[in-house]
C-alpha cells in the first residue's frame, strides 16, 4: 500500500482527538485493543514497558526518559500523541548514533509504516467485522502498531505516554515495570470528570498490582487520589518535593540546571534545554523513573547518561523559541495550568517584554481560565482557530475577553494570516506568543519553518 493510501487508510478510523461531543465510558473500550492484540499475537508481552499518565507534562516527561535510556546504550521505543506534522512521530525508535539535526529523531521511516499498515490491514478490517464492541479507532489502530513495531525492533525499553485519561485509554494493555503521573489539572473534563478527584482517578487508572509509581507534585486533592490507589494496588510511591527532592541552581535561555536528591539515588547539577520551571519537575520525574529502575529492575544508567539525556531531550512546540527575528515562541498551552505555567515562564525570561498573543483554543478545553492567565499578558491579541474541528471560532472566542482586557483584539480565520498580521505590527523588541492548543501551535510551526 503506497504512503499516501496508508494514511488514508489511518486516517479512515474514528480519531476522538479530533472530537468532542462523545461518550467516554461508551466510546473507548480496552476489551476492543485487547481482543485485536491477541489476533496479532500480544506484542506488548513481550516488552519492558514505562507507562506515563497525567494532564500536562507526561510527554516532556516521556522524552526526558527515553533520550536518558538512549545515551546509557538502550534502544528506546518512544510512543507520544498528538503528532505536529506526520503521524510518524508518534512512533520512534531512539538508538545512540541517532541524527541529531531532526525534531523527532527515530521516527519511524514511510517504508515501514507502509508495510506494517499493509500487513496488518486484512487483520484490522477482519476483526472489525466481528468485534462485539464496535470499529477499532485510529488510536487504538496506532496503538497496536506502535506495540508491533517496538517488538520488530527489538527494543530494550519501551516508553508510553497515554492518550485520553488513562483507565480506559489504549495504552492500559501493558503491564509496565514503572509508571508515573505527571502533573494533573482540570482538562477533558467532558469526558474525564468535573473534578479532579474523577480526573485523577482516570488517570490513576494505570497503576497496577506491586507496582512502582513516580509522581509529580500535585495539588493536595489529585495526590489524596494517587495515595488511595497505590494503597489499593499494593504499589511503591516517590514523589517529587517529597520523596525525590529537587533543588533549582540557576535558569537561562540555554538550559536550566537543578540537583535531585532520594533514597533512590542523588544525582547533581542536571540539566536541561526545555525552560520554564514546571520543566524541572517533569524532568525530576524522569530521573525518578530512571533510578527507579536502576534501584529495583537493575537496569545500568551511568551519571553521564543522565546528564547527556537530559540535555539532548527537546520537544517542540513547549516553550519553543522558533525564531528570534522577530522573536517568536510556540507553546500548547491548552488548559488552564498550563497557561499559568507560560504566563510565569514569560516572566521569568522575558519580564518587562510588550507581547503579542496570537491564539486560538479547542471548544472542549477550558477556555476561560486559559484566557485568565493569557490575555493580561498581552499587549496586542489576535484571535485565530487551527483548521481542524475541534477549533472555537475566533469571533466565539471574543467573548471569553470581556473583563480580562482594554486591548481591542483582531480576529482572523485561520493561521497563515495570523501570523502574518502578528509580524507586521510586531516592533523592535516586541515577543510574538501562539498559544492555547497544540493544533494551533504545530500549523504555526509548519508555516514558520517552510518560510525560513
Not at 497515554?162 to 480506559?168: C, D, P, R, S, V
Not at 534501584?295 to 531531550?313: N, P, R
Request: proline content about 3%; aromatic content about 8%.
Amino acid at each position: 500500500m503506497p504512503y499516501p493510501q496508508t494514511i488514508q487508510y489511518l486516517d479512515s478510523f474514528i480519531n476522538y482527538e479530533k472530537k468532542t461531543d462523545y461518550r467516554y465510558k461508551q466510546s473507548l473500550k480496552l476489551e476492543r485493543i485487547r481482543e485485536f492484540l491477541k489476533d496479532i499475537g500480544n506484542p506488548q508481552e513481550s516488552l519492558k514497558c514505562i507507562h506515563v499518565a497525567g494532564t500536562k507534562g507526561k510527554g516532556s516527561v516521556c522524552i526526558f526518559t527515553a533520550h536518558v535510556l538512549r545515551d546509557a546504550g538502550y534502544k528506546v521505543g518512544l510512543y507520544t500523541s498528538p503528532h505536529f506534522s506526520s503521524v510518524r512521530e508518534r512512533i520512534r525508535v531512539l538508538s545512540c548514533g541517532d541524527s541529531a539535526d531532526t525534531d523527532f529523531p527515530g521516527m519511524i521511516p514511510e517504508k515501514e509504516l507502509e508495510e506494517l499498515v499493509t500487513e496488518l490491514k486484512p487483520q484490522i478490517d477482519s476483526y472489525n467485522a466481528v468485534s462485539l464492541y464496535g470499529p477499532l479507532t485510529f488510536f487504538e489502530v496506532y496503538t497496536a502498531l506502535a506495540l508491533l513495531y517496538f517488538k520488530r525492533k527489538e527494543v530494550d525499553f519501551a516508553v508510553l505516554e497515554t492518550g485520553l485519561g488513562g483507565k480506559l485509554d489504549a495504552t492500559n494493555v501493558v503491564n509496565p515495570l514503572i509508571c508515573s503521573i505527571s502533573s494533573i489539572s482540570y482538562d477533558h473534563m467532558q469526558q474525564l470528570g468535573s473534578t479532579l478527584y474523577q480526573i485523577a482517578k482516570e488517570k490513576c487508572g494505570i497503576i497496577k498490582k506491586n507496582s512502582l509509581v513516580v509522581s509529580a507534585a500535585q495539588n493536595d486533592e489529585a495526590m489524596q487520589v494517587i495515595r488511595e490507589v497505590v494503597f489499593e494496588q499494593e504499589a511503591r510511591l516517590y514523589t517529587v518535593g517529597k520523596d525525590l527532592n529537587l533543588q533549582i541552581l540557576n535558569n537561562n535561555l540555554s538550559y536550566q540546571e537543578f540537583n535531585l536528591k532520594s533514597e533512590l539515588g542523588e544525582l547533581n547539577s542536571l540539566k536541561v534545554k526545555l525552560l520554564g520551571k514546571h520543566q524541572i519537575d517533569n524532568a525530576s520525574v524522569a530521573v525518578g523513573l530512571l533510578l527507579g529502575l536502576k534501584k529495583y529492575h537493575k537496569v545500568a544508567i551511568s551519571e553521564d547518561a543522565f546528564k547527556k539525556g537530559l540535555l539532548s531531550a527537546s520537544w517542540p512546540g513547549r516553550f519553543e523559541i522558533i525564531s528570534e527575528n522577530p522573536r517568536i515562541i510556540l507553546d500548547g498551552a491548552h488548559n488552564a495550568d498550563s497557561a499559568r505555567a507560560l504566563k510565569d515562564t514569560i516572566g521569568d525570561y522575558f519580564p518587562g517584554k510588550e507581547v503579542i498573543l496570537v491564539l486560538g483554543v479547542s471548544k472542549d478545553k477550558d477556555i476561560k481560565g486559559i484566557c485568565r492567565y493569557l490575555i493580561p499578558l498581552a499587549n496586542k491579541i489576535i484571535l485565530t482557530r487551527a483548521g481542524n474541528n475541534r477549533s472555537i471560532d475566533p469571533g466565539e472566542l471574543l467573548s471569553f475577553l470581556e473583563g480580562l482586557t482594554d486591548v481591542k483584539p483582531q480576529v482572523f480565520s485561520n493561521v497563515k494570516e495570523a501570523l502574518e498580521k502578528a509580524k507586521d505590527i510586531s516592533e523592535q523588541d516586541n515577543l510574538i506568543l501562539v498559544s492555547g492548543s497544540l493544533y494551533l501551535v504545530a500549523e504555526a510551526r509548519e508555516l514558520i519553518l517552510r518560510e525560513s
